[in-house]
């Protein structure tokens, strides 16, 4: 079973994010009205693009951002491990890359595909990135998700950014992009996701290394990018493919030829598909400049300056905020327990007292009668 969600033509209002900038949401499909259509959207007066078995994809000139086919491009499906590219392009900017971490048994015992994290290494971030991109590995993007400060904190950081570029079909659940309710994307965003990417080096660098050797707990070993077009296809540039029983195969990549690049999104296909995409990329170069765009790839909305924090100004006198007196105060801190104790410390306080009174009155009547 799987869910099918219609396409783009009514999103949320706005969606509120981290640095406190809220990004209103289209009320019509990002990108052009043809790109709602469930169907094929294709131009005129060019030969049509090669048959897929994808349920959905997009055709995209990177550079122009010009939509050139699509199909479903606004309909939502699991994206699998094509949610890495976001998770990536979050990451990337909020991480050194030359530190160094141990990571968690958490992070090293996700299930699902992974590049073999040990808790007894100790990995670059660099290295980190590597092992998601190329090998698609869930236990590096767990690591990364907990040195960015937790699970949580990671979720909410890439639902911005998918905001931020206006990706709206976009929810991420996992860092890895295994199934989880609620979570979707379309081929729309990831070709958005996957040209933002193409403008970050050290993500290009990533998605298209081919092999690297990989930290292990004595020595290295030697990691492949899963990519198959990488070695297939001219050109090629890589980004991500996914795969999960529910979501099926999906894919997003990129080639450049003769100074041009062209991305490629798939999602919800039943098989084999590589020489798929080599056919939608030879069409996209064959038609680039020739036809009328469906659509278009739009641009990323401008990042928000954090607010300037709170400060006096010179001259100003600052009243501290009035305390609470001391007694209350230390009881609003009390336990059980030190309640208890401060009961034993007063009851018997009081009880030697008495016993002291007593003594000293004895003692006084004690003399007069002398």
């Given at each position: 079973?799987?869910?099918?969600?219609?396409?783009?033509?009514?999103?949320?209002?706005?969606?509120?994010?981290?640095?406190?900038?809220?990004?209103?949401?289209?009320?019509?499909?990002?990108?052009?009205?043809?790109?709602?259509?469930?169907?094929?959207?294709?131009?005129?007066?060019?030969?049509?693009?090669?048959?897929?078995?994808?349920?959905?994809?997009?055709?995209?000139?990177?550079?122009?951002?010009?939509?050139?086919?699509?199909?479903?491009?606004?309909?939502?499906?699991?994206?699998?491990?094509?949610?890495?590219?976001l998770t990536a392009l979050t990451l990337i900017p909020k991480l050194d890359k030359d530190r160094k971490i141990r990571p968690s048994r958490n992070a090293c015992n996700q299930?699902?595909?992974?590049?073999?994290?040990?808790?007894?290494?100790?990995?670059?971030?660099?290295?980190?990135?590597?092992?998601?991109?190329?090998?698609?590995?869930?236990?590096?993007?767990?690591a990364l998700a907990e040195t960015n400060g937790g699970l949580d904190k990671t979720m909410s950081d890439m639902n911005a950014e998918a905001k931020r570029l206006q990706a709206?079909?976009?929810?991420?659940?996992?860092?890895?992009?295994?199934?989880?309710?609620?979570?979707?994307?379309?081929?729309?965003?990831?070709?958005?996701?996957?040209?933002?990417?193409?403008?970050?080096?050290?993500?290009?660098?990533?998605?298209?290394?081919?092999?690297?050797?990989?930290?292990?707990?004595?020595?290295?070993?030697?990691?492949?990018?899963?990519?198959?077009?990488?070695?297939?296809?001219?050109?090629?540039?890589?980004?991500?493919?996914?795969?999960?029983?529910?979501?099926?195969?999906?894919f997003v990549g990129a080639a450049t030829r003769g100074g041009h690049t062209i991305v490629v999104s798939i999602m919800r296909h039943e098989g084999f598909f590589w020489d798929?995409?080599?056919?939608?990329?030879?069409?996209?170069?064959?038609?680039?400049?020739?036809?009328?765009?469906?659509?278009?790839?739009?641009?990323?909305?401008?990042?928000?300056?954090?607010?300037?924090?709170?400060?006096?100004?010179?001259?100003?006198?600052?009243?501290?905020?009035?305390?609470?007196?001391?007694?209350?105060?230390?009881?609003?801190?009390?336990?059980?327990?030190?309640?208890?104790?401060?009961?034993?410390?007063?009851?018997?306080?009081?009880?030697?007292?008495?016993?002291?009174?007593?003594?000293?009155?004895?003692?006084?009547?004690?003399?007069?009668?002398?």
């Amino acid at each position: 079973m799987w869910t099918k969600l219609v396409p783009v033509t009514a999103l949320i209002a706005a969606a509120s994010l981290t640095s406190g900038t809220a990004y209103a949401a289209p009320t019509t499909p990002v990108g052009g009205e043809a790109l709602g259509s469930r169907g094929l959207v294709a131009p005129a007066g060019v030969k049509k693009p090669p048959k897929s078995k994808a349920t959905s994809y997009v055709i995209a000139d990177a550079d122009t951002g010009q939509v050139l086919a699509a199909k479903d491009a606004h309909g939502r499906y699991l994206p699998a491990s094509t949610l890495k590219a976001l998770t990536a392009l979050t990451l990337i900017p909020k991480l050194d890359k030359d530190r160094k971490i141990r990571p968690s048994r958490n992070a090293c015992n996700q299930e699902g595909s992974a590049v073999g994290l040990s808790v007894k290494a100790t990995y670059k971030i660099d290295d980190l990135f590597k092992g998601l991109l190329m090998s698609s590995g869930n236990d590096a993007a767990m690591a990364l998700a907990e040195t960015n400060g937790g699970l949580d904190k990671t979720m909410s950081d890439m639902n911005a950014e998918a905001k931020r570029l206006q990706a709206f079909d976009t929810v991420a659940r996992t860092p890895s992009g295994l199934d989880k309710p609620g979570q979707s994307s379309s081929a729309y965003d990831l070709a958005l996701i996957a040209r933002a990417g193409l403008a970050n080096p050290d993500f290009k660098r990533y998605i298209s290394t081919k092999t690297t050797k990989f930290p292990a707990p004595r020595g290295h070993y030697e990691i492949s990018n899963h990519n198959k077009l990488l070695w297939r296809y001219n050109g090629m540039v890589g980004v991500k493919n996914g795969w999960t029983s529910k979501a099926r195969a999906s894919f997003v990549g990129a080639a450049t030829r003769g100074g041009h690049t062209i991305v490629v999104s798939i999602m919800r296909h039943e098989g084999f598909f590589w020489d798929e995409v080599a056919s939608l990329l030879d069409w996209g170069f064959s038609v680039r400049g020739k036809a009328a765009p469906v659509g278009q790839l739009v641009d990323p909305l401008p990042v928000a300056a954090p607010a300037p924090a709170a400060s006096a100004s010179p001259g100003t006198s600052v009243t501290p905020a009035p305390q609470p007196p001391l007694l209350d105060s230390a009881a609003g801190r009390q336990t059980d327990d030190t309640r208890m104790i401060g009961s034993l410390v007063i009851g018997g306080g009081l009880l030697f007292g008495l016993i002291w009174l007593a003594y000293g009155i004895h003692r006084r009547r004690t003399r007069s009668r002398l």
